[in-house]
């Protein structure tokens, strides 16, 4: 199952959609759209640092396109659904980041 890793300290651009859903926004990612629509359906994990497990994530349903003002405007915000499986789980070791996120595609 596909699957992204990201690096979100102290749950930056984190916030639940409707109060107590458990439906979640996380936001402002380097992730292509084809890269993002291959991930609905996978599951999101959130890290304070590649050394820390998992604090927060779940099972990815949809996402949309934001424009920033950062370097790289073109960013995503991922939907998902909070699932406690996906709470300490390692960042997978010896792999690479891009743009402090780990996508892989199964």
Known sequence: MSR????CKKGEH???TVQK??????????????????LVGGTLYLHETKGKR??????ITGFRPI?????IKDRTIFTFEF???AK??????GSS??????????
């Open 14 to 16: 984190l916030k639940e």
């Open 21 to 38: 859903s458990g439906i979640w926004d996380s936001g402002n990612w380097v992730v292509t759209a084809d890269e993002a629509q291959r």
């Open 67 to 71: 424009v920033t003002n950062d370097k």
């Open 83 to 85: 699932l406690p499986q």
């Open 97 to 106: 980041v891009r743009h402090s996120q780990l996508i892989i595609l199964d």
């Open 4 to 7: 992204i890793h990201l690096l």
């Open 54 to 59: 998992s604090y927060f994530g779940g099972r």
């Open 88 to 93: 300490d789980v390692a960042w997978p070791p």
